[in-house]
């Protein structure tokens, strides 16, 4: 027990540290004129690194954009859930402006479960005019049509969950009805990072996903029964085309609409 106890500690101190130092460096970024990109903590600087270095999720968006330029539809539609300080966001945004121009546009609604990355997002969403302009931000969780839930929080924010850790901060939380908020009609593109509540989201909205074109699902295997998630998708007409390597329990899969 205080083994553990001091592994925590020293991680979180560690946390601090890095945060610090971070937040000293003030590291901010134009990608254009209308995008701006803040780096204030470790966090934000690992998941900068895995979505604009890395490029964790630009073969999805790259199989989206061709989904949608076959549609013939002037506005892509996107879902960002879990949309944490909105780098999946700024890089869909700024990849869709390199490839169409203002030739189309597109709107992402973006959802947010925990208050204090919620309050980010928001900062980072108006420094940023073209994603401020083209998208619709809700504070609320994601996975059951009503309720509540507590959402346990660190200073690691990526990795802010449902799932009850030690060390962590606690809020209660409602969850939103998407289907309530989402217009209908097609769905071009989703992205879901919901930390394991992505089973119960993919459970509890089978007619919005069924207007899925592209979807781009992280999945937690310690927390999903992924194999039950893959047959709920496939029975809503979307195939997994591609899985990414596991890392630490998790793997990044892209799921295509089936052929008619």
């Known amino acids: 027990m205080i083994k553990t106890f ?5 991680w979180r101190l560690k946390m601090a540290a890095k945060n610090y130092i971070l937040r000293l460096q ?5 990608i254009s ?4 990109i803040k780096i204030a903590s470790y966090a934000d600087w690992v998941l900068f690194t895995d979505i604009f270095i890395t490029g964790e999720y630009d073969r999805a968006i790259e199989v989206a954009f061709q989904a949608f330029e076959k549609s013939g539809r002037q506005i892509m539609r996107v879902l960002d859930i879990g949309a944490n300080v909105g780098y ?13 121009g203002d030739k189309k546009s597109f709107l992402i609604d973006m959802f947010e479960g925990s208050p204090g990355t919620y309050s980010t997002l928001m900062q980072r969403v108006n420094a940023s005019q073209m994603l401020a302009r083209n998208s619709q931000v809700h504070f609320g969780l994601v996975g059951q049509r009503t309720g509540h839930a507590k959402i346990y929080q660190i200073s690691y924010h990526g990795m802010n969950s449902l799932v009850p850790r030690r060390f962590t901060k606690s809020d209660q939380v409602d969850f939103l009805n998407v289907e309530k908020i989402v217009d209908q009609g097609p769905i071009d593109f989703l992205k879901c990072d919901i930390e394991g509540s992505e089973e119960s989201f993919i459970e509890n909205y089978p007619e919005l996903c069924n207007r899925l074109q592209t979807a781009v699902i992280e999945m937690h295997h310690t927390y999903c029964n992924t194999e039950k998630c893959y047959d709920s998708l496939r029975s809503s007409g979307l195939a997994v085309s591609f899985i990414t ?5 998790t793997t990044v899969d892209l799921f295509t609409k089936l052929a008619n």
């Open 6 to 10: 001091y592994k925590k500690m020293t």
């Open 26 to 30: 003030a590291l901010n970024c134009d």
């Open 33 to 36: 004129p209308d995008l701006h």
């Open 245 to 249: 390597p596991e890392r630490n329990g």
């Open 88 to 100: 999946f966001s700024l890089r869909f945004a700024h990849l869709f402006h390199k490839r169409f």
